[in-house]
């Protein structure tokens, strides 16, 4: 069956140091997209693909950067990794601007 | 600027009773409306969604309502199960040109058996 999956699941960090949240999709979705999800916030947008070599911006992206080399994988880079970070990650995708599938999450805690 | 805004931020609901949840947006493009179920420790899940030519769209017992005037939304849930208890967001996005989903907080609904 078709999925999404994040890796890893856990992940405890240092401030400063690089850390990068895999996101692999199978459905061959063009759109992928990253958020994070923080008490009181919801989820906001980090970072979006419309397909390979494309990224985008969202919301809350500063610190954060994305690269698109293929159509299943869009990781998630933190450049320094920060206490401000720590959050639960989430990693979506779809076709066409419809329904998002959303991955399990990534709880980063940056200590 | 937040432009999807969510109500109430949490609500205690009675077995059987009727949950209702509310969202206003502020951008006229928006064209897809979409609810989404989370249950901890997991990713949200398409729950119903609605485009703003309908005023109405119903599925089982969740409900959409739509006011294209008042830029308002709201999800109802009908004969509330405990099995309902979830946090629900709201969202919108442009659908045709492919953009990201804006989010509302979020709603924790507890339905107490």
């Known amino acids: 069956d078709a999925e999404i999956t994040q890796s890893p699941r856990h992940k405890i960090t240092e401030t400063g140091r690089q850390v990068t949240l895999a996101c692999h999709q199978t459905w061959n979705h063009n759109n992928m997209f990253w958020y994070r999800q923080d008490l009181g916030h919801g989820l906001r947008l980090i970072h979006y693909?419309?397909?390979?070599?494309?990224?985008n911006k969202g919301e809350v992206s500063d610190g954060y950067s994305v690269s698109r080399s293929n159509t299943e994988d869009l990781p998630l880079t933190l450049e320094s990794a920060a206490s401000s970070q720590t959050s639960v990650y989430f990693c979506?995708?779809?076709?066409?601007?419809?329904?998002?599938?959303f991955g399990p999450g990534t709880r980063l805690t940056v200590t | 600027q937040q432009q999807v805004k969510q109500s109430p931020q949490s609500l205690i609901v009675q077995k059987g009773g009727i949950s209702i949840i509310n969202c206003a947006y502020e951008?006229?493009?928006?064209?897809?409306f979409p609810w989404y179920q989370q249950f901890p420790g997991k990713g949200p899940a398409l729950l119903i969604a609605i485009r703003p030519d309908v005023s109405e769209k119903k599925e089982g017992r969740f409900t959409i309502s739509f006011n294209k005037s008042a830029k308002q939304f709201s999800l109802h849930i009908m004969d509330s199960q405990p099995g309902d208890s979830a946090t629900y967001f709201c969202a919108a996005s442009k659908s045709l040109s492919g953009t990201a989903l804006i989010f509302g907080k979020g709603t924790t609904l507890s339905v107490s058996s």
């Open positions: 951008n006229t493009a928006f064209d897809y």
């Open positions: 693909s419309y397909g390979v070599q494309d990224t």
């Open positions: 979506a995708s779809s076709e066409h601007g419809y329904e998002q599938y």
